[in-house]
């Protein structure tokens, strides 16, 4: 008899199983000792929530708007790269999923399915997000791609202008394509599920960096790509060169210093990401809950707060919005139920964050998510 899916934890071991070793981990680990890592889950699990009873909840509502853009619940799905390789054409998979369930998806430069590919097949707009590179002129490029393809929403991602290590990929060996070793080739073997949807992918490399990387059969080259090519002069003057090629919605991703969330909201973008890259870039930085509440008081109602990293579940989700943020992001659950199930298992992540979520406001007492406060929280993490 199957084992009831009931979280996203479930959804994990079955990607666990399904997808090779080397993508299930770059999905699912972090940088260096991945203290980070472990941070972001054990901030969530400290803070408690607040029992209220005997009050009306019947009528709740989950829905809100994210950049302008009317939701069904306050969720959005992060960029996240080499999605394509969790599931053959994971990119197309997830925007689909996002778009049936009333949420905003973000394509990731470093995405498997090009921007042209993705809105080929989903025919509808989703947000993009771009690296500013070395060459400019790349960076243009994409914007500009962006804006033919109707994106919604420009996502900045500011905290990987140097990438941090990745302890597993080294020793994966991880490479796109995947490279063809024998412990590559029995780990693919073994993946039957995996393998047949690489088969029908429209793509399986860096679709929108066709013709910018060559040789990309190996970490190592996409590493010195990306030492070479990821600017470390990113300042906040950028931002206005940036406004001028994409005037729609600009959100910018990476924000974990109350400094830097005022300065952007000084600049007028229209949303923060509070985000630690998912535990995977400054090992050692704090979980992004714990400095949530610090950030939305630097900004006030000047700019939207939207919280990345660590969000696995509708009471997560609960937490993050008691505690200031307007939206919440996912990029590991995600991943989880794509590479457990492809298109179905995007939705299912879904579902599960959208009813626990649902069920935890009416067990404190909340009806709308809109308006969701402290209150819900019994005691606040130190």
Not at 347 to 359: A, G, N, Q, Y
Request: hydrophobic share 45%; with cysteine.
């Amino acid at each position: 008899m199957t084992t009831p899916i009931t979280n996203v934890a479930d959804l994990r071991e079955l990607a666990k199983r399904r997808v090779p070793r080397a993508f299930f981990e770059y999905a699912d680990r972090g940088s260096y000792d991945e203290v980070t890592l472990r941070a972001n889950r054990a901030a969530f699990e400290r803070i408690a929530l607040r029992q209220r009873v005997m009050s009306n909840v019947d009528n709740r509502s989950l829905a809100t708007d994210i950049v302008g853009q009317p939701v069904s619940m306050p969720l959005a799905i992060a960029p996240t790269g080499l999605t394509g390789l969790q599931h053959g054409a994971g990119e197309i998979l997830g925007a689909r999923a996002a778009q049936q369930a009333g949420i905003p998806f973000c394509l990731s430069t470093m995405s498997i399915c090009s921007i042209e590919q993705v809105r080929a097949a989903t025919g509808k707009p989703f947000w993009f997000q771009v690296y500013v590179m070395r060459d400019r002129g790349f960076t243009r490029d994409l914007i500009q791609r962006a804006k033919a393809a109707e994106c919604s929403a420009l996502m900045l991602t500011a905290d990987l202008t140097v990438q941090g290590q990745r302890h597993r990929e080294i020793k994966n060996g991880l490479s796109v394509p995947p490279k063809i070793t024998l412990r590559n080739i029995l780990d693919m073997a073994s993946k039957p599920r995996w393998a047949w949807s690489m088969l029908r992918a429209p793509s399986r490399s860096f679709g929108n960096l066709q013709g910018r990387i060559q040789d990309t059969d190996s970490l190592t080259t996409l590493a010195q790509w990306i030492a070479n090519q990821f600017d470390p002069t990113l300042d906040w003057k950028d931002l206005e060169w940036i406004r001028e090629l994409w005037p729609g919605k600009l959100i910018i991703k990476g924000i974990l210093d109350s400094e830097d969330a005022r300065i952007a909201a000084s600049l007028g973008v229209d949303a923060i990401v509070v985000s630690n890259h998912g535990g995977r870039q400054l090992d050692g930085a704090p979980a992004t809950i714990d400095v949530l509440p610090s950030i939305v008081e630097a900004v006030g109602d000047r700019t939207q707060v939207l919280l990345d990293s660590g969000i696995q579940s509708g009471q997560d989700l609960l937490k993050a919005l008691a505690y200031g943020a307007h939206a919440g992001l996912i990029g590991k659950a995600f991943l989880y139920g794509l590479g457990a199930m492809g298109e179905a298992g995007v939705t299912k992540t879904i579902e599960l964050i959208r009813r626990e979520l649902s069920v935890s406001m009416a067990l404190t007492g909340q009806t709308d998510a809109r308006h969701i406060t402290s209150d819900a929280i019994w005691c606040k993490s130190a």
